[in-house]
C-alpha cells in the first residue's frame, strides 16, 4: 500500500472496539504528544507520550491492518493506533509525511515488519502442499481419519435422536411448547454438543427461543422445526446428495475446515471492496462478520473473525477500502463464506459502487435459497433505493419500480436522513423477514449502518 494512499477519518474510527476507544483515540490524535512519526511502504509509526518517562512505540502495518504498542491496554486496536491513524489519515501534508519507500523506518519499527513478514511466510509454508506440511507423516493421516469416521458415527446417533424429539414435540402439540421454557431446548441442545454436533445444538436453542418471541410464534416454530428436520434428515442421508450441498450440510451440523486447507484449493484473485462489517456477541465470543464484493464481477464473499467474550476480533478493515488479493472460498452449495489470501489494502474507490434494482435481488435470494434452504442472510447491493415509511413497516423501494422490500433491524431514520427524499445505494443481507441495512452511499463515502 502506498503510503500516499490514506483512509479517511471514519474509516479509521471503524476500527475502534468500542465508542470509549474512538473517543480516546480522538483526544489523542494531536502532534502534540508525538515525536518520531513517519510512513514508509506499509507501515507508519510514532512515539506517544504518556504517563512515563518513556513514550510509547506505536506502529501499524496498513496491509493487515495489524498493530503495536507497548502501552498495556488490552484493547485491540489500542487508543495510541487509533490516533496514530487519524493523523496520518489527514493526508500526505498533515503531521504524518511519507518517509520515503520502505527501508526509512527506525529499526523498532524494521524489525516488527519483518517479523510479520515471516510469520506470513511460516503460515504460507504451513498451508496443505506447503514445505512444513509435508513433513506430516501417514501416520497423522490415518489418525485424522479415524476421529473423523468416529466424529461422524456420534452425530448420526444424534441427528436420529433430535428427529425422535422432533416427533414427540410435534405429537405434543406446538401450542404448549412455550409452557417448560427453554429447559426440554436447552437439555435436546446439550445432547447434540454431547454429539458433536454444535450447529444441531444452536438450531435448537434457536428453535426454543421462538416460543418467547411473542406473535404468531407457532407458525415460526413449525419453520424452524422443519428445516431443522430437514438438515438432520440430509445428514442422515447425506451419500445421496450431490457434493457441494454434502458440504452445506456438514457445515450446517457444526463441522469446520482448516483455513489451510481452505487456502491450498482454488483461490479467486480481484479487488474486493469492505461493503460491510459487524460485530455480534454471546457469552462466549464475539463474531465479526466483514463483507466484500468483488469491482468487476460483483461476487460477494463473507469473511468471518472470532475474538473472546468481550473482546473484538483481530482482522479489522474499514468499510469502504478495497483489498487487492486472493480469497478461498468454502466449498458450499451457495459459495459465501472465504478465507483471505495474500492481498495488500488500498483506499477506498472514488466512485458509488452499481448494484441491482429490488426485484433482480429478491430473485437472486430465491435461487440462493433454493440450493441452500438453510441460508440466514443473502448479500445484495441496491442501486436506486428510497426508504419509504409503510404501513407496518419501512421500506426500501426502487425508484423505478414499484418493487419493495421491507426493512429489518434498528430504526431506518438514519437512512431516511441519507436519502433525503432521493434514491441511495445501499448494501443489505435479504433475510426471511425482510432487508437489513449494513451501508449506504449518498455519495462516495460509504455511511455504515449496522452496529
Do not use: N
Not at 518520531?36 to 507520550?49: D, E, P
Amino acid at each position: 500500500m502506498e503510503t500516499e494512499t490514506r483512509w479517511t477519518a471514519d474509516q479509521v474510527l471503524g476500527l475502534a472496539p468500542d465508542a470509549a476507544s474512538q473517543k480516546a483515540g480522538g483526544k489523542l490524535a494531536t502532534p502534540a504528544p508525538w515525536s518520531g512519526t513517519g510512513a514508509a511502504g506499509t507501515a507508519v509509526w510514532g512515539l506517544c507520550k504518556g504517563s512515563g518517562r518513556t513514550p510509547y512505540q506505536t506502529v501499524v502495518d496498513t496491509r493487515g491492518p495489524a498493530y503495536r504498542c507497548t502501552c498495556p491496554s488490552r484493547k485491540f486496536p489500542c487508543k495510541h493506533a487509533l490516533a496514530l491513524l487519524l493523523l496520518w489519515a489527514e493526508g500526505a501534508k498533515g503531521p504524518i509525511p511519507a518517509a520515503g519507500p520502505a527501508g526509512g523506518e527506525p529499526e523498532w519499527v524494521a524489525e516488527w515488519v519483518a517479523a510479520r513478514r515471516q510469520k506470513d511466510e511460516r503460515a504460507r509454508q504451513a498451508e496443505p502442499g506447503g514445505e512444513s506440511s509435508r513433513r506430516s507423516g501417514p501416520a497423522d493421516t490415518e489418525a485424522a481419519r479415524r476421529r473423523a469416521e468416529q466424529r461422524a458415527v456420534r452425530v448420526e446417533g444424534g441427528a436420529s435422536e433430535l428427529e425422535q424429539r422432533l416427533v414427540d414435540l410435534l405429537r405434543g402439540g406446538l401450542a404448549g411448547a412455550d409452557r417448560d421454557g427453554m429447559r426440554p431446548f436447552d437439555e435436546t441442545a446439550a445432547r447434540m454438543v454431547d454429539a458433536q454436533a454444535p450447529g444441531l445444538a444452536a438450531r435448537v436453542r434457536e428453535l426454543g427461543s421462538t416460543a418467547a418471541s411473542g406473535g404468531d410464534w407457532p407458525a415460526r416454530m413449525l419453520e424452524e422445526a422443519a428445516l431443522l428436520h430437514l438438515l438432520a434428515k440430509g445428514f442422515l442421508g447425506r451419500e445421496a446428495l450431490p457434493e457441494p450441498l454434502v458440504d452445506t450440510v456438514r457445515t450446517r451440523v457444526g463441522f469446520t475446515v482448516d483455513a489451510a486447507e481452505v487456502l491450498a484449493g482454488p483461490r479467486v484473485r480481484g479487488r474486493w471492496l469492505v461493503a460491510a462489517r459487524y460485530d455480534t456477541a454471546d457469552d462466549r465470543l464475539t463474531t465479526r462478520r466483514v463483507w466484500l464484493r468483488e469491482e468487476g464481477s460483483g461476487q460477494c464473499a463473507l469473511v468471518l473473525s472470532f475474538g473472546a467474550a468481550g473482546r473484538a476480533p483481530e482482522l479489522a478493515l474499514p468499510v469502504g477500502v478495497v483489498l487487492d488479493g486472493e480469497v478461498a472460498f468454502h466449498r458450499a452449495a451457495v459459495p459465501l463464506r472465504v478465507e483471505l489470501g495474500p492481498h495488500r489494502v488500498e483506499a477506498a474507490v472514488s466512485d458509488v459502487p452499481v448494484g441491482t434494482g429490488v426485484g433482480a435481488a429478491l430473485d437472486a435470494y430465491g435461487d440462493a435459497l433454493a440450493h441452500d434452504p438453510w441460508l440466514d442472510a443473502w448479500p445484495v447491493l441496491l442501486s436506486g433505493v428510497v426508504p419509504v415509511p409503510g404501513r407496518e413497516r419501512w421500506q426500501l423501494a426502487d425508484a423505478e419500480s414499484p418493487d419493495a422490500v421491507p426493512v429489518v433491524g434498528p430504526a431506518p431514520w438514519r437512512l431516511a436522513a441519507l436519502s433525503g427524499g432521493g434514491p441511495l445505494t445501499v448494501f443489505a443481507e435479504l433475510t426471511p423477514v425482510g432487508a437489513r441495512p449494513l451501508t449506504a452511499w449518498a455519495s462516495p463515502i460509504p455511511t455504515p449502518l449496522a452496529a
